[in-house]
């Protein structure tokens, strides 16, 4: 059995009385940061795709490498277009390939092919729409200034400059930005590793048939779903019935395994309360939380490993996610916090006094949320159904249709 090590002071917040909502993210914030990876790994730019920069990426090049014509046209000496309308003879083509030009004649013009480079002497590019060709000469209708759909080299970035900052939720746009530069590895920061443990006697495989009484383990597949979305890996999940004995089994390997534990169920007032009776002992704080859903939950500290629990309702385990780890995980893996804007009520509402609602929602028109289903933590389809959630303060209990309110994005 793992004992807790070193002991962990709760605050005042968590003694003796029931912490608001943002009083125990606090709290976790307070316990887990510490415990999230700041070492780093070096990958191969086809496996870096979500991977967050650990460092500072540097342009080992000038980007465009060369200067290059940005339309097809014909590549000349804008001098030599000063009276127009101009007729000038043209003296070739220069096609997007490999190889260095001849250089512009004065009097001349090249044909040009977008992405080629642009021969020496010549400092502009009238687009093909723009002129009229017969006989091996173009005629040119007006004047135009040097660098007129010319990219110069280094327009987009010099070498040594900064071409991607540490600290970025690396996608598709980025991994380009380091192809045209050559760069075909990147230092990333490794990944979080969570296991998740799912408790509960009556819980299944998603596969198999209930007999009455049991429950498909929907909190296993969003947990790790909701872990992976965020930036982190799943490096164990189990699922395991109520007993102490299976359960600190599970959580040993866990330990061993992963930078967090999260486990659902198993912290409530009843009987078979397995992580309760598990990590009381071991000095968790095991309490209630002034917010609906989610009101039972739990955190340790075990071999410097936080071991976090929520309630077992799969809603309560899904929002209680997102409120308490994901934003962390989110802020470790760069990428943007949740959504938060404000709108209007498209039906009246009604709330607990005392506890901090995340009502399930549905965005609405340009500035409106509708409520999709009602408080209760089993409601799953009411969840699926919801692509925002309004907050709202405890101390409300009811609100009119029309009324502003704070909605997050799912």
Do not use: K
């Not at 101009?86 to 090249?110: F, Q, R, W, Y």
């Not at 977008?114 to 173009?138: C, H, K, L, N, Q």
């Not at 309760?276 to 939380?289: D, H, K, M, Q, S």
């Amino acid at each position: 059995m793992t004992e807790t090590a070193p002991a962990v002071a709760w605050p005042a917040t968590h003694l003796g009385r029931v912490p608001a909502l943002v009083e125990h993210a606090a709290l976790l914030r307070r316990v887990i940061e510490p415990a999230l990876p700041d070492e780093v790994e070096t990958l191969p730019l086809e496996a870096a795709l979500h991977r967050t920069t650990a460092t500072t990426v540097t342009s080992p090049v000038d980007l465009p490498l060369f200067r290059n014509s940005q339309m097809d046209g014909f590549a000349v000496r804008a001098a030599d277009l000063g009276g127009a309308p101009v007729m000038l003879p043209v003296a070739g083509v220069v096609a997007a390939a490999a190889g260095e030009p001849d250089p512009l004649a004065p009097g001349t013009a090249v044909r040009i092919m977008t992405g080629a480079v642009v021969p020496e002497g010549a400092d502009a590019v009238v687009p093909v729409e723009r002129v009229e060709t017969s006989d091996g000469r173009v005629s040119f209708a007006a004047a135009v200034a040097p660098g007129t759909f010319v990219r110069d080299r280094g327009s987009d970035v010099r070498a040594g400059d900064t071409l991607l900052p540490a600290g970025l939720h690396l996608q598709a746009r980025h991994l380009g930005a380091l192809a045209a530069a050559g760069v075909t590895e990147v230092t990333v920061r490794r990944r979080p590793r969570i296991a998740v443990l799912t408790t509960g006697s009556e819980l299944i495989d998603v596969a198999a048939v209930p007999r009455p009484g049991e429950v498909h383990d929907a909190n296993a597949v969003a947990l790790a779903a909701a872990i992976v979305a965020v930036g982190a890996e799943v490096v164990l999940r189990a699922r395991v019935i109520d007993d102490v004995a299976a359960f600190d089994a599970q959580l040993d390997a866990a330990l061993a395994a992963a930078d967090l534990v999260i486990a659902s169920g198993g912290i409530s007032q009843g009987d078979f309360e397995v992580v309760r009776e598990a990590l009381e002992p071991r000095g968790a704080w095991v309490g209630t939380v002034a917010m609906q859903p989610g009101g039972p939950q739990s955190v340790a500290v075990l071999d410097g490993v936080p071991v976090v629990g929520f309630p077992g309702n799969p809603v309560s385990t899904q929002l209680s996610f997102e409120v308490f780890v994901a934003p962390l995980l989110r802020e470790h893996a760069g990428m943007p916090a949740a959504v938060r804007e404000v709108r209007r009520l498209a039906d009246a509402i009604e709330s607990p006094r005392g506890r901090q609602q995340l009502l399930r929602a549905r965005l609405v028109d340009d500035d409106g949320v509708a409520p999709v289903s009602g408080p209760g933590s089993h409601l799953v389809a009411g969840l699926a159904a919801a692509d925002a959630l309004i907050d709202v303060p405890a101390e409300v209990t009811a609100l009119p249709a029309g009324t502003e309110v704070e909605v997050v994005r799912l």
